[in-house]
């Protein structure tokens, strides 16, 4: 028996386990409580994993799992033999994971179909308007950025709410200043999501955006501890995978808000750093208030708790708060709000700040050489 998953191995993220339910990650958990399977072929997590494992029951199951952008390809070999004696076939399975580098494209199919590659370059290239000067990513794993802020700007103007929720899709990516294209806006903003709008209220605004800063900041003792949150090993040490030092939750669950002042104080334990200010107007926040908040359909759907942890929604409920579910990409909307503009000149909203500043300063220094020793 073969299952075939949309859900990864690395189901230890956001401090989940075996016993987890609704893990995004849930393969190995299902492997290991549901007795059966021979073969589980897996995705999602884009870790690039070849396991074995023994189920509830003792028995074997082979576990693979695909890399990310077909970096890798996995492949499994099974030899099924009939045991005559017990009239069951015992069964051999190997499996690889495959790197693409090693072959190149097949010349027949790549001149079969370079009509529709010349296609989607001329509409990824034309230009849809200028930026004045080059932003980047990276700044949105630590703090406020401009990044961020043009797709708060764009969610924000598209769709006319108070509130406007962004996760970091692209940290290691910028857009370079002058003609921006649609290509860019493939690295500003990679994945299919649309945009939501829900009625929330205050209270809800705040855990919402309480829940997502939980996972992303760590509380600081004093200047040498780290800023962001990250994952531990047995040994207390700082756990690996393939990209690296392994964050608490993947970064394309680090949020920030847009539409609200608020403040992190590193000093305060994690889950109770958060303080909203005001409206970015300066007029009031109001806990009772209901506001119109704009966020993308990955966490609207569910996808990093944020909905039924964050909230504590069910999917019924959370429907029965939308106002609108729209038909088009965040991207498109990003596009939309630029070409509008013609020239955009990239911004800090100044809608929130992290305190203590020494430490905060002291702690992005830290983090990111320790994420990447070979920056300057």
Not at 157 to 185: E, I, K, N
Not at 203 to 226: A, I, T
Not at 346 to 359: C, E, N, Q, Y
Request: glycine share 8%.
């Amino acid at each position: 028996m073969i299952g075939l998953f949309h859900s990864g191995t690395d189901y230890h993220i956001d401090g989940n386990d075996l016993d987890t339910k609704k893990n995004e990650n849930g393969s190995i958990p299902a492997a290991t409580k549901m007795p059966g399977f021979d073969l589980i072929l897996c995705g999602h997590d884009h870790q690039g994993n070849i396991l074995t494992i023994a189920n509830a029951n003792g028995d074997s199951v082979k576990v693979l799992d695909a890399q990310t952008q077909a970096a890798k390809v996995g492949r499994a070999k099974i030899h099924l033999v009939l045991n005559k004696e017990t009239n069951r076939y015992d069964k051999q399975i190997e499996t690889e994971l495959i790197d693409m580098k090693e072959f190149k494209p097949n010349e027949d199919f790549c001149k079969t179909f370079q009509y529709a590659v010349n296609e989607v370059n001329q509409y990824v290239d034309a230009p849809i308007g200028h930026l004045s000067r080059t932003i980047y990513g990276e700044p949105s794993l630590y703090g406020p950025s401009e990044f961020m802020d043009l797709i708060h700007d764009a969610q924000l103007d598209a769709t006319g709410a108070d509130v406007s929720f962004a996760a970091v899709l692209a940290p290691h990516d910028s857009v370079a200043a002058g003609p921006v294209t649609m290509r860019q806006l493939f690295t500003l903003y990679r994945y299919e999501n649309s945009l939501v709008t829900v009625n929330m209220t205050g209270e809800e605004v705040e855990r919402y955006l309480n829940y997502g800063l939980s996972r992303q900041y760590n509380g600081m003792k004093d200047e040498n501890d780290h800023l962001l949150a990250f994952m531990y090993d047995e040994n207390g040490k700082v756990a690996y995978n393939v990209y690296g030092p392994r964050f608490l939750t993947p970064t394309f669950n680090f949020t920030s808000a847009a539409g609200i002042k608020y403040q992190i104080n590193l000093d305060k334990p994690r889950g109770k750093q958060l303080t909203i200010i005001s409206m970015s107007d300066g007029s009031k926040f109001d806990k009772a208030k209901t506001y119109k908040v704009a966020l993308n359909s990955y966490q609207a759907n569910g996808g990093g708790n944020f909905v039924p942890e964050g909230l504590g929604w069910t999917k019924e409920e959370f429907e029965s708060h939308v106002i609108e579910w729209s038909d088009q990409d965040v991207r498109h909307y990003i596009a939309d709000y630029i070409q509008q503009r013609d020239t955009i000149v990239p911004h800090l909203r100044g809608d929130w700040s992290i305190v203590p500043d020494k430490w905060f300063k002291k702690g992005i220094e830290k983090d990111m050489k320790f994420i990447n020793p070979n920056q300057r």
